[in-house]
């Protein structure tokens, strides 16, 4: 275990006791506290990486749950139901919606719906966990005007010509389709400023890094509790990608989407 490893690993555990003595909180009166989950929402266009950044932050965080969204639309590949997506029919979906059962939902391309089930939320304060929820910025917004203290992240590609590399070196869609995600991409991207976090997804190591750090840097700023070196260290990490300290590196990631090379161009 190399030291960054060794640091990380007494972060964590140092961090996970905090994270429990959260949970184990008194009022004045003596009675327990009911434990208010930290949401985090992360958002990217599709074929910016986020589905492998989040597979490795639930393998590093401990107590972190993850929302599992609900959709209409027929599993892709090797896609099970439950794991990747809850599917069901779109009659149980917009039962779903009138029974008033979704934190946030979306109808996207026109076609399908996506939404994320107000149950995992309950679920994750009944475990006393915290919650990540993976939505686009439409289904990000309706939940940041529900809780407005849900923690937001939008990952970001290197560049358009990046994002088209990676989606047509995944082979899971027709040019029809790139073109529709990439022109989607474009628009998406326009609402970079409504996230509290930015992550420019170069570097796959890094910026796995990064996205623990921001994780845990919000359960430390919870807890109040002085920090250690270590723990400074994270929150500086997290720091770095703080919106405010990273416009001046997205500026040209959005211009590249904003004017494609003549040949990407309908």
């Known amino acids: 275990?190399?030291?960054?490893?060794?640091?990380?690993?007494?972060?964590?555990?140092?961090?996970?006791?905090?994270?429990?003595?959260?949970?184990?909180?008194?009022?004045?009166?003596?009675?327990?506290?009911?434990?208010?989950?930290?949401?985090?929402?992360?958002?990217?266009?599709?074929?910016?990486?986020?589905?492998?950044l989040v597979n490795e932050l639930l393998k590093l965080v401990p107590s972190l749950d993850f929302s599992v969204s609900y959709t209409t639309r027929a599993p892709r590949g090797s896609e099970q139901n439950g794991k990747q997506y809850h599917f069901v029919p779109r009659e149980e979906f917009e039962q779903m919606i009138r029974e008033d059962e979704f934190l946030e939902h979306a109808s996207v391309y026109g076609t399908d719906y996506y939404g994320t089930a107000r149950r995992f939320l309950r679920e994750a304060e009944q475990k006393q966990h915290d919650l990540l929820l993976d939505i686009d910025v439409q289904g990000a917004q309706q939940v940041k005007?529900?809780?407005?203290?849900?923690?937001?992240?939008?990952?970001?590609?290197?560049?358009?010509?990046?994002?088209?590399?990676?989606?047509?070196?995944?082979?899971?869609?027709?040019?029809?389709?790139?073109?529709?995600?990439?022109?989607?991409?474009?628009?998406?991207?326009?609402?970079?400023?409504?996230?509290?976090?930015?992550?420019?997804?170069?570097?796959l190591e890094e910026s796995i890094d990064s996205l623990e750090a921001i994780v845990l840097s919000e359960r430390l700023a919870r807890s109040k509790s002085p920090l250690s070196p270590e723990e400074k260290k994270i929150v500086e990490l997290a720091d770095r990608h703080r919106l405010a300290n990273v416009r001046e590196r997205v500026g040209p990631i959005v211009a590249s989407f904003s004017n494609p090379p003549a040949s990407a161009r309908p």
């Open 1 to 52: 275990m190399t030291e960054h490893e060794m640091m990380k690993v007494g972060v964590v555990e140092h961090e996970v006791t905090k994270h429990e003595a959260a949970e184990t909180g008194m009022t004045e009166t003596g009675m327990a506290e009911t434990y208010k989950p930290l949401i985090y929402i992360i958002s990217a266009p599709s074929g910016s990486g986020k589905s492998t």
């Open 145 to 203: 005007q529900k809780l407005p203290a849900a923690v937001s992240i939008f990952v970001l590609p290197p560049d358009r010509k990046t994002l088209e590399w990676r989606l047509r070196k995944r082979s899971e869609d027709v040019e029809e389709v790139i073109h529709r995600r990439l022109v989607a991409a474009r628009r998406e991207i326009e609402n970079y400023d409504k996230y509290d976090y930015i992550l420019i997804n170069d570097d």
